[in-house]
Antibody, heavy 123, light 110 residues
Framework: QVQLVQSGAEVKKPGASVRVSCKVS????????MHWIRQAPGQGLEWMGI???????GSARRFKGRFAMTTDMSTSTVYMQLSSLTSGDSAVYYC?????????????????WGQGTLVTVSS | QTVVTQEPSLTVSPGGTITLTCASS?????????PNWFQQKPGQAPRALIY???NKHSWTPARFSGSLLGGKAALTLSGVQPEDEAEYYC??????????FGGGTKLTVL
């Protein structure tokens, strides 16, 4: 069955960096774009960025310069790293998948998500 | 700065019908925005309900339907159940792999 399993909770100090992993199973990673979304406490969902099977990335303007994503096809794992953390980055971070044929082919989008990783930024 | 707008909160009676909407600050929402809808309950990850305007996932109850309505994306719940009380998020596509979420609608079933 399809699974996206994320790494555990992190506590970081302001100015530090955090890396979150998303290990997938039950499907072929190269058939999907992988997205990262976050949700601050009590707030809505915020799209952060996308990585395609070739490793090309795109991110929301507000994260440019301090947000990076990588993929390790050998372990079917996607990573995100956010640097220069502030308290405003405290949130639950999610990975989710979109078929790499989008938008040419109509297929389920963002159908499976990771369980979320809580990142707390505190001095 | 692109903004996606949803009703902050709505209330519906059990068995009733309600429509949630999703607007884009760039203009009318069309098929090219591939609107998606998600349901989120407290402490849980979002659950996908509708993709690309009106397509249901295999687990989406029949009472949920998606459409384009008056320049907005819309999610209609017909025959609302108590378990439908949740936060609902829409999501729109802005090209080059980029998406935006709406602020969410808190649906109360009362």
């Amino acid at each position: 069955q399809v699974q996206l399993v994320q790494s555990g909770a992190e506590v970081k100090k302001p100015g530090a960096s955090v890396r979150v992993s998303c290990k997938v199973s039950g499907f072929t990673l190269s058939d999907y774009y992988m997205h990262w979304i976050r949700q601050a406490p009590g707030q809505g969902l915020e799209w952060m960025g996308i990585i395609d099977p070739t490793g090309s990335t795109g991110s929301a303007r507000r994260f440019k310069g301090r947000f990076a994503m990588t993929t390790d096809m050998s372990t079917s794992t996607v990573y995100m790293q956010l640097s220069s953390l502030t308290s405003g980055d405290s949130a639950v971070y999610y990975c989710a998948r979109v078929p790499n044929l989008f938008p040419s082919v109509t297929a389920p989008l963002f159908d499976f998500w990771g369980q979320g990783t809580l990142v707390t930024v505190s001095s | 700065q692109t903004v996606v707008t949803q009703e902050p909160s709505l209330t519906v009676s059990p068995g009733g019908t309600i429509t949630l909407t999703c607007a884009s600050s760039t203009g009318a929402v069309t098929s090219g925005f591939y609107p998606n809808w998600f349901q989120q309950k407290p402490g849980q990850a979002p659950r996908a309900l509708i993709y690309s305007i009106s397509n249901k996932h295999s687990w989406t109850p029949a009472r949920f339907s998606g459409s384009l309505l008056g320049g907005k994306a819309a999610l209609t719940l017909s025959g609302v159940q108590p378990e439908d009380e949740a936060e609902y998020y829409c999501q729109l596509y802005y090209g080059s792999g980029s998406w935006e979420f709406g602020g969410g609608t808190k649906l109360t079933v009362l």
